[in-house]
């Protein structure tokens, strides 16, 4: 049981440089969301998504995009990568809703770096 | 002011010590989670809870919904126990993470 898989583990951009953080949970978790985590500052929320087929805007959503493909899977895009955006990313899946009333499970994060 | 503040931000203890880490939210929640990060960087959950105690091996978690107060406690720490510990309170539309409390607990 695998649990949230996330890839790249590591990744190094060049400014205006494009790439795709992959997720996927093998749960059946409902809800899936992206979270950026910086030096002195809590996890805040990229983007959301309810359930399948539906994406929200979190707390830090400009420069980013995402797709919910499936059930399983939920991508995170940076179309023009900039140095603000260096920071460690990480998928999290839940039961419900992101509320917090059930329980998150975390990928193993991705450290990426835009230079 | 953040909506959930953890207390203290780092913190160092000798082997076998009973540690406590505590957190504060100004929202209103139906439940409060405690997280771990291991120094390799992986999170996971710890505790969910909405009232009460619980308790996993040798870590408790406690909650005072009045005074919108939790804690962390470990007895008897190890040093596998030193991670960042991470509170996080339910929003109106999302989940608040604290900054973390990095724990060091020295043989």
């Known amino acids: 049981n695998a649990g949230v898989t996330q890839t790249p583990k590591f990744q190094v951009l060049k400014t205006g440089q494009s790439m795709t953080l992959q997720c996927a949970q093998d749960m059946n978790h409902n809800s899936m969301y992206w979270y950026r985590q910086d030096p002195g500052m809590g996890l805040r929320l990229i983007y959301y998504s309810a359930s399948e087929g539906t994406t929200d805007k979190g707390e830090v959503p400009n420069g980013y995009n995402v797709s919910r493909l499936n059930k399983r899977e939920f991508s995170l895009r940076l179309e023009s990568a900039a140095p603000s955006q260096t920071s460690v990313y990480f998928c999290a899946s839940s039961e419900v809703d992101g509320r917090g009333n059930s329980p998150l499970h975390f990928g193993n994060g991705t450290r990426l770096t835009v230079t | ?107």
């Open chain 2, 1 to 107: 002011k953040n909506e959930v503040e953890q207390s203290p931000q780092n913190l160092t203890a000798q082997e076998g010590e009973f540690i406590t880490i505590n957190c504060s939210y100004s929202v209103g929640i139906s439940a409060l989670h405690w997280l771990q990060q291991h120094p390799g960087g992986g999170i996971v959950s710890l505790f969910m809870l909405s009232s009460g105690k619980k308790k996993h091996g040798r870590l408790i978690a406690t909650i005072n919904i009045q005074e919108k107060h939790s804690s962390l406690h470990i007895t008897a720490s190890h040093p596998r126990d030193s991670a960042v510990y991470i509170c996080a309170a339910p929003g109106s539309s999302r989940l608040t993470f604290g900054e973390g409390t990095q724990l060091t607990v020295n043989p």
